[in-house]
């Protein structure tokens, strides 16, 4: 099959497009024909070699397919060759105290699909039977695959830790991104007031589209004045936060007193400083937050299906330009999600 793969770290030029075995899948997996696969920035991590993510070599990315049924392995009864289905990113072992109790990614064994295993940069891919859901009547492979990373990871960092709630107040970090485009959807959803940040003049039309009630350009006006501004000096109720250092004192300084701060990533670096004097006197709430469970991809594919979200596909490029769509992500471009798609 073809396939993207790095045989070693580094930038996105280590990237190659070139001719792999086929997969075959074991007793209780599939065997994907993959027809869409979205860009996350575990793909860029991953590639770079950070220490997180150990992995062998080479390797190929991409936790976020979508495609068809190609093969079934023995014991699998459940799905058929040409049934077409999305592949939950998040990989569990199933056995541990968390996996029982549902919290999938508390999983003592807990990886991500294209940085535990191989991925989606690629004609076929191996998946477990019940990673498989099936995609909506009239849900494209492409909108399928730019589903489930970001907006598991934007449910359960709002709904399941943050806990919001219809009438708060919500800032979510750029509007633009992955999870800040699922995150504004997802807020208002469940009836919050939301406000959003975005890199450049030009994005501040597409978050309002999203359904933002306020967007903040963090490249001229400081965050949590604005912030301020918008809430007669209160502050937010909640604080989506992806980015890390770049923002975090920004993040504690909107957040109203009691409020909850729920961050998921650090894209801008891993260490920050904290004044522990502003968060027991403000009495503010830290919550760590990381991908979701399968019981929350069903409810966004539920979601979906009615047209209460919707990701927002920035660009599609063909598999053999993988390049081009890392390096469209890492210069900060796009406005929703970059997807692979892959021709028969």
């Given at each position: 099959m073809r396939a993207v793969v790095f045989r070693t770290h580094g930038g996105p030029e280590v990237l190659e497009y070139t001719q792999v075995a086929d997969p075959k899948p074991l007793p209780g997996e599939i065997r994907v024909r993959v027809r869409a696969c979205a860009l996350n920035h575990l793909d860029i991590w991953v590639r770079q070699g950070v220490p997180a993510y150990s992995i062998a070599l080479p390797h190929i990315s991409g936790c976020d397919v979508a495609g068809v049924v190609d093969t079934v392995g023995a014991g699998v009864?459940?799905?058929?060759?040409?049934?077409?289905?999305?592949?939950n990113p998040g990989l569990n072992c199933g056995a541990c105290v968390f996996c029982h109790a549902g919290k999938d990614s508390l999983c003592l064994r807990y990886g991500i699909r294209g940085a535990k295993t191989d991925g989606g940069y690629a004609e076929f891919t191996l998946a477990r039977a019940i990673d498989a859901f099936p995609i909506p009547k009239g849900v494209s492979f492409e909108t399928a695959?730019?589903?489930p990373l970001v907006f598991m990871t934007a449910w359960h960092m709002l709904a399941a830790r943050a806990l919001l709630q219809s009438g708060e107040t919500v800032l979510i970090h750029a509007a633009g991104s992955g999870v800040g485009h699922a995150g504004v959807q997802i807020a208002k959803h469940l009836g919050a007031r939301v406000i959003t940040t975005v890199g450049s003049d030009d994005k501040i039309a597409r978050a309002e589209a999203l359904g933002a009630d306020a967007v903040i350009a963090y490249n001229r006006e400081s965050i949590d004045e604005r912030v301020k501004q918008l809430t007669d000096g209160r502050g937010v109720d909640v604080v989506l936060d992806h980015i890390g250092p770049q923002v975090w004192d920004a993040n504690?300084?909107?957040?109203?007193k009691g409020g909850r701060l729920v961050t998921c990533g650090a894209t801008s670096g891993p260490q920050t400083s904290l004044d522990l004097r502003y968060v027991f006197s403000r009495q503010l709430t830290l919550l760590g937050s990381m991908m979701g469970t399968r019981a929350e991809l069903a409810i966004l594919l539920g979601l979906l299906k009615a047209g209460s979200i919707k990701p927002l596909i920035d660009q599609v490029f063909p598999l053999q330009e993988a390049r081009a769509a890392q390096e469209r992500m890492l210069a900060r471009k796009q406005f929703g999600k970059l997807v692979l798609t892959v021709v028969e």
């Open positions: 009864t459940q799905l058929k060759p040409g049934d077409a289905v999305v592949l695959a730019a589903l504690l300084k909107s957040l109203a």
